[in-house]
């Protein structure tokens, strides 16, 4: 997956979009800019963003608006030029006699994809070159659909001595495409020699390391003609290089499909994502299983948030198949490769081999609409304390996290039932903007809700709960929003329940509901046996041990069966569900579905 190649040095990025940069470059002190202050802006931000620069005593404004850059020539002489992936594009006011100016972003990218640097000088510089770098646009989308020659290289990873290189071919094709006429061909040991070939197609989209958060997507076509030859693909990835602490990291977002026949058990066709194992290790980390039919045209799309350094969602369509996983436990490995700041993509592809039975085998993947988009930060719901509780009051206490600040949440919600239903339930909603709690009314409409705002008296409640806003409280601090909630139960809620909770923001981002643990409402039943506990008592990881706790009224012994159900809802449909024998004597159980 990672390859080395000689990059060029430029400057270092400053932020997540628009990077306002003033420096002194030229040697000719007309030259020199001195920027009150340094601002970041979006691509398209909501309101102007103005930096002032002192150029020979004067102040000159440049305006970024609705992707315009705007100057007055008449007060401040300055010529523009944009430069994409480090070439020259285009130049505009280089005449000091012209009266004023406006550029789009459009106009200075001359319609190409990548980087942007966009390049301004005053008179007195003796030349462009000499001048100064005032802002960059870095940190631009991309996209490819191969309907014209585009600069995709090619790396052949060694990873063993069972690897060669000058094994394999990446090229634009008309064999298939998703749209149009054309798509990329990565065809690992299209020679056809005995040894394994681990092909990469890549391409760099910047001379800098990128943040923020970015999804990377394309289509994928696995060949019928080597589906069973091949040992991964689709592969792919992002591989972003930035200076951190004075040290080099590369942090490569990847995914690989296991295509191997050969694999069997939880290794068969199974999709793994590049992680950090430990610190400063990494390696792949099984997340998921699903099979691929040749001949067939997937959407694969993965998320990866450089500012924290972790994954987001994948997401696989197509074939009748629609799966998200949210990765968002795994850490993005960054490891030390490369000495330069960088962004790359790669599209890989590797053959079945084994040294110990070499033989002739090709793995010809396809790819086509290829996109590098900005991410969405999505809200998440964090964490519930406690996770497992019971009694006919509470107080239980949500925390959300917001990427952007707990100033931009809207709404975030909190569910109390025996499933993912608002009817019959203790279904709560509290707006941040206003500072009111509200909750839905019996027959789960959401549109008929009642409320009051946060302000330590009164109450709030349904049939199924109320709540006591003295010893409430809605908090926020930094990226955090904590909600407290001071809960009593009506005796006719009695049960076992789930606890939701979801969060959205003023944008709409959603986190979807996410299932944050149990709170039982006596009276419960006085019978014995009983379950009594279950540690640890909250997770989010695709593996964990988990402990059951069961009482007898007399003895351990006389327990038979015992059961844990594992599901959104207490359904035993696509659950995980056991029951496991303990006894020495005959055991029986009766029903499906439920235990008796």
Known sequence: MLFKKRLVTRYAAVGVGFAWICCQIGPDANAQLACGSAKIAGLVPPSAELTVCQTAGRSCPILQLDRTVAWDASTCPMAVQGYMNGQLTAEFGKDAGVASGSVSLGQLTNGGEGELDIKIWVPGASSPSDSTFVFAVRGLPFADDFEKPGAWGMFEEIVSPCYRDNLGAVSRTSDVAYSGQYSLLVDANQVGSTYSNHLIANQQLSHYGRSGRWKFCTRTYVSPETAKTGQTGPEWSQQNTRLVDSQYRTYTAGIQRRSSPFLQGPDLDSWAAWIEKAPGQAGWEPFMN???????????????????????????????????????QYKIAGEAKFSEEAFWLTLESENLFSCDSPGVFENKIYYDDVQLLRGVALPLVFSLTPAVSSGSSQILTVTYNAPGGYQTLDVVNALINTALDGRQACYLAYSRPSNALYIVADNGDATQISGKVMDGTGTVGNSQCTVALAGSL??????????????????????????????????GNNSGWQTMGVHAVPPLPATFPNPTGLSPSWGNTLAQTITFSYQDQSSATNLQTVWALINTAIDGREACYVAPELCTKPCSTTGAGRPS
Do not use: M
Request: glycine share 10%; proline share 1%.
């Open 474 to 507: 809605a908090t926020g601090n930094g990226n955090t929003f904590t909600l407290v909630l001071n809960l009593s139960f009506s005796a006719s809620f009695t049960g076992h329940k789930v606890v939701y909770a979801a969060a959205c923001d003023l944008d």
């Open 290 to 328: 699903q099979a691929l039919e040749p001949g067939v045209w997937y959407s694969v799309c993965v998320e990866a948030d450089y500012d924290r350094n972790v994954y987001g969602l994948f997401r696989l369509t197509g074939g009748g198949i629609d799966r998200q996983v949210d990765l968002s």
